[in-house]
């Protein structure tokens, strides 16, 4: 690895958050806040390093920014119950790892928030599918391929950008937006 690499890597970064769509990102905020104020949940789930963005945007959201509003934020990671999660895998399929848990907990007028680099991940897709065909309303953050979930979602914040790692963070930064927006506003 060379200097140059680093500079290239850093400026597509740049890029990546320069295209964040902010008129997108306020609309999420909006329907976060909406689910809030009509005491919903909100699940969200993904997988890899998407999962782990999840598990941060949760706790962020759950702790911070509830301790901010004073009304505790009812939201929740599918990524993170692994007893339900092999279950659910073992007894069924991977592909209902997130379908399943919603089955259990989500009613209508729930929120759904899903981040998926490629857009394609099958148990992501499934899950996003239950949930708008029962009511839910649902947002993907995804990357540059776009995949199914960029059109199946209700709303979707499209990365303009394949490179896993680039995708991930532009879409932590999403995500802090989306907390930080209640915790420092």
């Known amino acids: 690895m060379n200097q140059a690499y680093f500079k290239t890597y850093l400026d597509r970064q740049k890029a990546a958050y320069d295209a964040i769509p902010i008129a997108q990102v306020e609309h999420v905020i909006n329907l976060i ?25 949760i706790t962020d959201l759950g702790k911070s920014a ?38 259990n907990y989500a009613r209508p007028g729930d929120l759904v928030l899903t981040l998926s680099v490629s857009g394609n991940s099958p148990n992501v897709v499934k899950a996003v599918q239950w949930a708008k065909d029962n009511g839910l309303t649902t947002i993907a953050l995804v990357g540059g391929k776009r995949g199914q979930l960029a059109d199946l979602a209700h709303e979707s914040i499209v990365i303009q950008d394949e490179h896993y790692g680039r995708v991930e963070d532009a879409q932590m930064t999403i995500c802090h937006l989306l907390c930080y927006g209640f915790i420092e506003s």
């Open 33 to 57: 806040k909406k689910c809030w104020e009509e005491d919903r949940q909100l699940f969200a789930f993904g997988n890899g390093g998407s999962a782990s963005n999840v598990s941060h945007f």
């Open 66 to 103: 509830s301790d901010k509003m004073g009304k505790r934020f009812r939201c929740l990671s599918l990524n993170e119950n692994l007893s339900w999660i092999t279950a659910i895998g073992n007894d069924y399929a991977y592909e209902d790892v997130y379908l399943r848990q919603l089955q």
